[in-house]
């Protein structure tokens, strides 16, 4: 009908359409678009970490001693395993956009067309139909319809338009046709206003990576004094060669910035994007799958989120003197009869009579579809019954409406309840005739997902407090929370009636549902929530969620929602299973636990190496060359950490990551400092060469380090029993089949006994020390402010 219309509508001629689109009236693509490739290769390039290897690398490359040079390799792993990862990533989410996008019917001049709706300009006339997107904002010049607005304000129920009345890009046809004008374009439209205000640059909220930048700047900070120290010492006073002093400034400030954890942290978390990638979930920021692991606050988008975005029957209730059956065979003929315009009302109930066996209804004669105007549908069945289904009031009259709602009385107030009713016949406008017959009632709410309940249960269980943030009604809110298990879901607010920043920071204190939320009210409830110290996850699908995803630490969108919400979001669900969640908490959890585990061994090695060369700028010389420290790098601190990092572990995250780090890596560098000071001095007692010196040193660091893996593989399991070997096994071939590329020398009587010595006082030390940090370390005021000082060496910076 919509079609006759507005046959006598003109559109736009091709003389009009080139004016406006040389005057920028065009409706441009103004989506928040996820990360180029080439800012995500600059973001993971452009890092102080590259910086300084870099330039050790040039100095190295001087030198003309290119295996030397092998730490490089690490670096460049770091870099094409972030940058593959998020490339990965993103390619994933652009293809969602490309398969959701639509072309639109355009009304021009010239005729009818299709455009990609990034093609329409300022005063077009659209053609729209049911399941179609609004795609720019307009009014409707004809046709009445039902739109579903809740990508844009959450309100899950469909709201009833006809001319004059205005769109919303972004809004979608439920039932019925339309030809709406284009009134704005572009940056104009009500969705991409919201969009604007999304576009900056969000800051990676993330411990782990906190702590990762607080220690490269601080090993920077000390390596270039250091290293001075040592090429002056070395070259000035010792007499050795600029190539000589080079590689031994370069071996004692390489060991300061923790490459191989850079490394590790990126293999971890890219492994852990890999296996959610395959349940469906997309990691577009990989630290985020550390931070959803740490939260204390999850606040929930209600639709797409808790319900599926669509409806269902909850209960269908017969007049007295009818049966449940004949109200069901009455539906289903309805419902069968407009099947090819269903909209979500008639999906739900079609699904119904489905599960009943209603569904071989016997074909119509005749269709009467869903008018926005009319409020209800019909059909004329083939013996000539007129059936008619829709809102009371509109079915049988504003003063028999009270049938109705005795029938509904045992109904939940926020179910929409509708009519089903036997009329004479329908006229030639589709009107009823005749005065109609109920034969009852079906009630139709929200969807809800079948795993929410236990989802919430989990989150519950892990105590993470659960807040539900909604556009929809508070009250239709709350009644869904309560029935997922949310906590506190009876203490509800109406967002409308919080008319300044002091009420609506107030309800953050006393409720947990609220509805009728705008978008910049959401993300104020995830600010107020920051300034109490929490650490806030924020689920949505709708353009109404954008601010608030794009404020929270953590943000997970559906992937079936709007582009915008997908491209703000570090995960996206693929499949909109928010069941998934967990397993992304799981995989944090895995990840946080094995990297505090094995950071200690990285961190064994900054440390020892920053006061080593310290030392020696007093007690020269330095002991080690840059490839006898990759052999110590890769054997007691790579394979290990590696392969530790990657076991399963679900325990709860708990405390500082820098603290828990500290309190085991810090006893097996002291350890060895003191041994190797042994033997810098035992060594010029003993007339040792710097070759000899050199094989000493790493074996007392091997001697410690195998001694630290010990202790933090603890319980001791086959895999981990395996690792110890491999570890001794690649030392001691290190140390006699490659003594020579490794340029170590065989052991004298001397050499053994200072290494037996030191080494057994080491690893004693070592263990009594490490005893006591893990006991004290979460009570003591000085390791605290120990903590606090490596910390603010970042967060003092940026």
Not at 716 to 729: E, K, N, S, Y
Request: hydrophobic fraction near 50%; proline fraction near 4%; aromatic fraction near 4%.
């Amino acid at each position: 009908m919509t079609g006759e219309k507005d046959q006598g509508l003109a559109g736009l001629t091709d003389e009009e359409v080139a004016e406006r689109v040389a005057a920028g009236r065009t409706n441009a693509n103004t989506d928040v678009r996820t990360k180029s490739v080439g800012q995500i290769v600059a973001e993971h390039a452009l890092t102080l970490f590259n910086a300084v290897n870099l330039a050790l690398a040039v100095l190295v490359l001087v030198t003309g001693q290119y295996r030397n040079m092998l730490f490089m390799v690490v670096v460049a792993a770091n870099l094409l395993i972030g940058v593959g990862q998020e490339v990965r990533a993103k390619r994933m989410v652009d293809r969602l956009t490309i398969l959701t996008q639509k072309e639109v019917t355009v009304v021009r001049a010239s005729g009818e067309r299709s455009v990609a709706p990034s093609e329409l300009v300022a005063d077009d006339l659209v053609r729209l139909a049911h399941g179609d997107q609004v795609p720019a904002d307009g009014v409707i010049v004809s046709g009445h319809v039902s739109m579903n607005e809740s990508l844009l304000t959450g309100e899950s129920t469909p709201v009833s338009k006809g001319p004059g009345d205005e769109l919303l890009s972004g809004s979608f046809v439920d039932a019925g046709s339309l030809v709406a004008r284009v009134t704005r374009v572009g940056a104009e439209g009500y969705a991409a206003r919201i969009n604007a205000e999304a576009k900056y640059v969000k800051p990676v909220r993330s411990e782990i990576q906190d702590t990762l930048r607080a220690i490269i700047r601080l090993g920077t900070a000390v390596l270039i004094p250091l290293g001075a120290g040592l090429f002056l010492r070395s070259l000035l006073m010792d007499g050795g060669t600029p190539s000589d002093a080079i590689l031994t400034s370069v071996a004692a400030v390489i060991g300061m910035i923790p490459q191989g954890l850079v490394l590790l942290t990126s293999s971890v978390l890219a492994i852990a994007t890999f296996r959610l990638g395959r349940r469906m979930v997309l990691v577009q920021q990989a630290y985020c799958v550390e931070t959803l692991a740490r939260v204390d606050t999850l606040c929930l988008d209600k639709t797409g989120t808790i319900t599926t975005g669509e409806m269902e029957v909850s209960a269908v209730v017969p007049a007295p003197g009818r049966a449940a059956d004949e109200v069901a065979a009455a539906l289903a003929r309805i419902v069968r009869a407009n099947e090819a315009d269903a909209n979500e009302t008639a999906r739900a109930i079609l699904a119904y009579v489905g599960e009943k066996g209603e569904s071989d209804a016997a074909p119509a004669d005749r269709a009467v579809p869903f008018s926005s105007a009319r409020k209800y549908s019909g059909c004329v069945t083939a013996d000539g019954r007129a059936l008619v289904m829709g809102a009371a009031a509109f079915v049988l009259g504003a003063e028999r409406a009270g049938e109705a709602d005795a029938l509904a009385r045992g109904l939940d107030a926020t179910e929409r309840v509708l009519v089903v009713a036997e009329a004479d016949g329908f006229d030639g406008a589709d009107a009823i005739e005749g005065a109609p017959r109920l034969l009852g009632c079906v009630a139709i709410r929200d969807q809800i997902r079948p795993t929410a309940a236990k989802t919430m249960r989990y989150f519950l269980e892990q105590g993470v407090e659960l807040r539900v943030i909604s556009g929809d009604d508070p009250r239709t809110v709350s009644a869904i929370a309560a029935r997922v298990g949310v906590p506190g879901a009876e203490r509800y607010v109406d967002a409308t009636t919080l008319a300044t920043p002091e009420d609506l920071d107030a309800a953050v204190d006393g409720a947990r549902v609220f509805g009728r939320v705008t978008p910049q009210q959401k993300r104020e409830l995830v600010r107020a929530l920051h300034r109490r110290g929490r650490t806030v996850a924020m689920t949505g699908d709708g353009v109404n969620d954008v601010l608030a995803l794009r404020e929270a630490d953590c943000s997970v969108a559906m992937a079936s929602g709007s582009a915008a919400a997908r491209n703000v979001s570090e995960i996206v669900l693929a499949d909109n299973d928010f069941a998934h969640m967990p397993e992304v908490v799981a995989e944090g959890r895995r990840s946080i636990n094995n990297l505090q585990r094995s950071a200690s061994l990285f961190l064994v090695k900054t440390v020892f190496t920053a006061v080593l060369a310290l030392i020696c700028i007093v007690m020269p010389p330095y002991p080690f060359i840059p490839i006898q420290m990759s052999l110590l790098s890769t054997a007691v601190i790579g394979i290990p950490s590696f392969v530790l990092a990657l076991e399963p572990n679900h325990e709860r995250v708990r405390g500082s990551f820098l603290a828990n780090v500290l309190a085991r890596s810090l006893p097996a560098s002291a350890a060895i400092v003191c041994a190797l000071l042994a033997e810098l001095v035992l060594g010029r007692a003993l007339d040792h060469s710097y070759d000899e010196i050199s094989t000493v040193c790493t074996v007392l660091v091997a001697f410690v380090g195998i001694a630290l893996v010990w202790r933090i593989s603890q319980p001791l399991t086959p895999l981990r029993g395996a690792l110890l070997a491999v570890i001794v096994a690649i030392v001691a071939l290190g140390c006699t089949v490659g003594r020579s590329f490794f340029e170590f020398v065989d052991m004298d009587a001397s050499m053994g006994a200072v290494t037996v010595a030191a080494g057994v006082v080491a690893v004693a030390l070592f263990n009594v020390v490490y005893d006591r940090s893990l006991a004290g370390y979460e009570t003591s005021a000085r390791f605290a402010r120990l903590v606090s000082k490596v910390e603010g060496s970042h967060h003092g910076r940026d």
